[in-house]
């Protein structure tokens, strides 16, 4: 499991350093591509979790929801550190409770398309821009971009304890 979780740090990681500063359509593609990696790709915990049977067993669905648990949080606090860090610095973030909304749609999307696979990407992207009050004719406030500086700092206490526990 903390490789699997590890693994998604990196990806996030990796997403934020390659991402086009000022670019937020082309984020949110981006970023709705690598969600749909995990959740829906082929080795997904989901997939090994009811490999063999038509119905998960239920220690399966328990270390599937502990899983999701320490993913999602995981995520989060590496979303903050670097993605919504380097946002704020250039737009105002328009939302309140930031770790708590980011939960609420991580949560809710991968709910979304376990509920509904064929979901079409362009109505994710829509409602992480509605859920985020992401504005795409939003300018940028007139602050240098230190994204540099944000993208190779470690990861918070916080993220780097769900990746090693």
Request: some cysteine; aromatic content about 6%.
């Amino acid at each position: 499991l903390e490789e699997h979780i590890g693994e998604f740090v990196r990806s996030i990681r990796a997403w934020d350093a390659a991402r086009e500063v000022g670019s937020i359509e082309l984020a949110l593609a981006d970023c709705i591509a690598l969600f749909r990696r995990y959740v829906a790709g082929q080795d997904s915990l989901a997939d090994q979790a009811s490999a063999g049977s038509d119905l998960p067993r239920i220690e399966n669905a328990g270390l599937y929801n502990r899983f999701l648990d320490r993913a999602v949080r995981a995520m989060v606090d590496t979303l903050r550190a670097t993605t919504v860090e380097a946002y704020g610095r250039r737009h105002r973030i328009a939302i309140e409770n930031v770790d708590e909304t980011f939960c609420l749609l991580l949560y809710g999307l991968i709910g979304l398309t376990r509920a509904n696979p064929d979901v079409d990407d362009a109505v994710l992207a829509a409602l992480v821009r509605q859920t985020l009050r992401l504005d795409p004719d939003d300018q940028p406030d007139d602050r240098p971009d230190d994204r540099a500086a944000i993208s190779t700092d470690p990861a918070p206490a916080d993220a780097e304890q769900h990746t090693t526990q």
